[in-house]
């Protein structure tokens, strides 16, 4: 942080309600950022649960269909 002297006078006041303003802006900047960001980490982990029960789903209808995973990776039919 650096503080610059503007001096005195209305030329001064103006700057100061200008830097004001900028810094005001810039917390507003930050509380829209920091909302977008919860925001979006909520619908992550919705996605995430929603993903995980769709693959205990495939992971149930692929072994009730006679398949196995392979090396804990593709699916191969069983034999017998």
Avoid: C, F, I
Wanted: proline residues 1%.
């Amino acid at each position: 942080m650096v503080k610059d002297y503007a001096g005195t006078g209305p030329l001064a006041e103006m700057q100061a309600l200008a830097d004001e303003l900028e810094r005001q802006e810039e917390e507003e900047r930050r509380q829209v950022d920091q909302a977008e960001r919860e925001r979006l980490a909520l619908l992550d982990s919705s996605v995430r649960e929603a993903w995980q029960a769709v693959d205990a789903v495939v992971n149930a209808a692929m072994l009730l269909g006679g398949y196995r995973k392979h090396n804990r990776g593709e699916w191969r039919r069983s034999r017998g």
